[in-house]
């Protein structure tokens, strides 16, 4: 075995230039030999930290720099995920056991339940919402951390298991910033994927060792991923069913009954730390149908064959040469979920890391070389979903992997994207690629004894070719009010007592076409609700709105009673829900439409205008005893 060739063997040679300048200096001294040690021990990790975090901050580029009133693209996921993190906080600090009953889509009840939750990322932004007060800028700060972790929590897992240091920092940079990782960079739940490799690692810890300590952490990051998000908890949950297979069909007796019951322990803990947080969305679920995703909701959100050549336009190099295959993305899903080109180089590296552990592999490498590549294969057929497509063209006849676990696994039917498995994928390639650079630069140590220079030459090299085949451009970043600058009404509103349950009109345009098919496709929905939802979090009032991945039937039934608003149909439903305001947003409505509302409340006693701020009118609609009776309700259990 060969030298060192990792950047701590590098460090290492650094450290005598430095002592001896520091002693030059008077600042060493005696503390010599104490400062060698601590640089050798803590020196490389610290690069690498300070490495994985400028990349972080680079593929991002300039979320940090605009993050306080800037988003990135499209304003309307990034508002809702600020809107979230600052749910979750406001919750948390003033009435934890309310953090389902949030204040979006009133009156039903834990209306937090139709997305993430988020909890483990909201916790971990405290500090800077907190800080900050900005949950827009929050939400962006939180989205370039998760990335960071995720670069560590692969670091650390091809670190033990290659035992290089270059290896971890090339799969810690595959893991977080291959271009379908930045594809999702609107979707901050998607960014939060740091606990699925250490998750794993410590399944490899206790696979090796047979500590129940490790077992039990890697159930503890199996718990914070799902926390995280429901998706990558579910697929976490199918890479751990992969890990547990392969190392059943190569190691059958491994698994004594020590070991598998202290397994199944740790692993019945975690579930009974998730349940609290999964029952309100099992409530919640079941008194709708249309939370469960159907399998043509399924297919057109699963990734063709082709897709896996189309890479996001947001990666320098490969964006503008794939922008042909992108645009077939668009029939359907969109390119945000079906852009799956992992770069040249993870591929490059991953096939030479198989390859190589296929040949020379030796000891626990034999088992992390066909789990791996189980993973990828496995992960890539989920990716395609319940029906295969091969360029375009729908094959229902072949039978797919994915509608097995539709059918029978818990939690896959109110997964509707299958391409997201790709998480799996690049998580798989990042370890080979770890080995391919280990045996690389082995290989250099044995046959280039002596020669120091040689292995820094191909390690940056390898680094820099990583870096231009991920290279993402400068993200366009779209402006949004800051909190000094939300619409006065809202301010009016933070001043109201009680929950005072409100509705914003125009609620999303009453287009048959778009309401048949399901109002998350109707442009005025996302263009008004993710705004408003944003604007809540200045007031945290009820309001009859909302932003989220589903949309409960009061707001349909909302949508065709306001269709002719004003009009007393209107009125009389949303007294019925609750309502006892009624903003009126007129840059949103045709001056006639205007005309016509300020008309209609001179002759109706039961709308009656409070507050003109301009262009936002406030009317009250709570008169009368029943009606005012009606807004006593505390919201009502279910859509």
């Known amino acids: 075995m060969g030298p060192d060739l990792s950047f701590k063997a590098l460090v290492s040679d650094l450290t005598p230039f430095f002592q001896g300048f520091g002693s030059r200096l008077g600042i060493m ?21 300070v490495a994985l975090m400028i990349c972080a901050t680079i593929f991002t580029r300039p979320l940090l720099a605009k993050g306080s009133d800037h988003v990135y693209k499209e304003p309307y996921d990034p508002m809702f995920q600020a809107w979230t993190l600052a749910w979750d906080a406001h919750a948390v600090i003033h009435s934890p056991s309310n953090l389902f009953n949030a204040n979006i889509f009133f009156p039903n009840a834990d ?5 993430d939750h988020q909890i483990v990322t909201a916790v971990m932004a405290l500090p800077v919402l907190s800080i900050t007060g900005n949950p827009l800028q929050t939400a ?5 951390f998760n990335l960071f972790l995720c670069a560590i929590g692969s670091y650390l897992l091809v670190v033990h298991l290659t035992k290089n240091r270059v290896a971890g920092l090339v799969a810690g940079m595959i893991f977080a910033f291959a271009a379908p990782r930045l594809a999702q960079i609107t979707h901050l739940q998607l960014s939060a994927a740091a606990f699925i490799p250490l998750c794993l690692l410590f399944l490899h810890k206790y696979s090796e060792d047979g500590h129940v300590h490790d077992a039990a952490l890697a159930a503890l990051f199996f718990v914070l991923e799902t926390l995280s998000t429901w998706y990558y908890g579910m697929i976490l ?7 547990i297979a392969v190392r059943f069909v190569m190691k059958p007796r491994a698994f004594t009954f020590k070991w598998t019951v202290s397994l199944l322990l740790v692993f019945a803990i975690a579930a009974g730390l998730v349940a609290p947080f999964a029952i309100p969305y099992l409530k919640v679920h079941e008194k709708d149908a249309r939370f469960e995703r159907t399998i043509s909701e399924v297919d057109m959100f699963s990734a063709d064959i082709q897709d896996f050549g189309a890479a996001t ?17 668009t029939s359907r899903g ?3 979920e079906r852009t799956l080109f992992v770069g040249l180089m993870p591929i490059l590296l991953g096939i030479a890391g198989a390859v190589y552990l296929f040949i020379r592999g030796k000891g626990a490498q034999r088992f992390d070389v066909r789990f791996y590549v189980t993973l990828i294969v496995a992960s890539f057929l989920m990716c395609l979903g319940s029906t295969l497509y091969l360029f375009g063209h729908s094959h229902p006849g072949v039978p797919m992997p994915y509608r097995l676990f539709y059918n029978f696994f818990p939690g896959f039917k109110v997964m509707r994207v299958p391409a997201r498995f790709i998480i799996l994928v690049l998580l798989g390639l990042a370890v080979l690629s770890g080995f391919a650079v280990k045996a690389m630069l082995s290989w250099l140590s044995e046959r280039r004894r002596g020669n120091r220079v040689l292995p820094v030459v191909v390690t940056v090299l390898i680094l820099a070719l990583l870096v231009v085949d991920l290279m993402s451009i400068n993200l366009p970043m779209r402006p949004m009010p800051s909190r000094d600058k939300f619409p006065e009404v809202y301010t009016w509103l933070k001043d109201q007592s009680g929950q005072a349950p409100t509705a914003e009109i125009p609620l999303a345009n009453y287009n048959p ?9 109707e442009p005025t929905w996302a263009e008004r609700e993710g705004l408003r939802t944003y604007y809540s979090t200045l007031h945290w009032k009820k309001i009859f709105n909302g932003y989220s991945g589903f949309l409960p039937t009061s707001y349909y039934d909302g949508v065709r009673a306001a269709s002719e608003f004003p009009s007393d149909r209107a009125i009389v439903f949303l007294r019925k829900e609750g309502i006892k305001y009624v903003i009126v947003h007129g840059k949103e409505l045709e001056p006639t439409v205007v005309a016509s509302v300020l008309a209609y409340s001179e002759h109706h006693s039961g709308f009656k205008l409070l507050r003109d701020f301009g262009s936002d009118y406030v009317f009250d609609i709570s008169t009368g005893e029943q009606a005012h009776r009606e807004t006593g309700n505390e919201g009502r259990a279910g859509p």
């Open 29 to 49: 001294g005696g503390m010599s030999v104490k400062v060698r040690s601590f640089v050798k021990r803590r020196g490389a990790g610290l690069i690498v930290v």
């Open 111 to 115: 209306t937090l339940t139709y997305s």
């Open 140 to 144: 962006n700060y939180m989205l370039v």
């Open 237 to 243: 949950a199918f890479a751990v069913l992969v890990f």
């Open 313 to 329: 336009e947001n990666n320098l190099v490969w964006g503008p040469l794939t922008a042909s295959l992108r645009a077939k993305t």
């Open 334 to 336: 969109g390119e945000t």
């Open 513 to 521: 076409r778009t309401f048949s098919a399901g109002l998350q496709y």
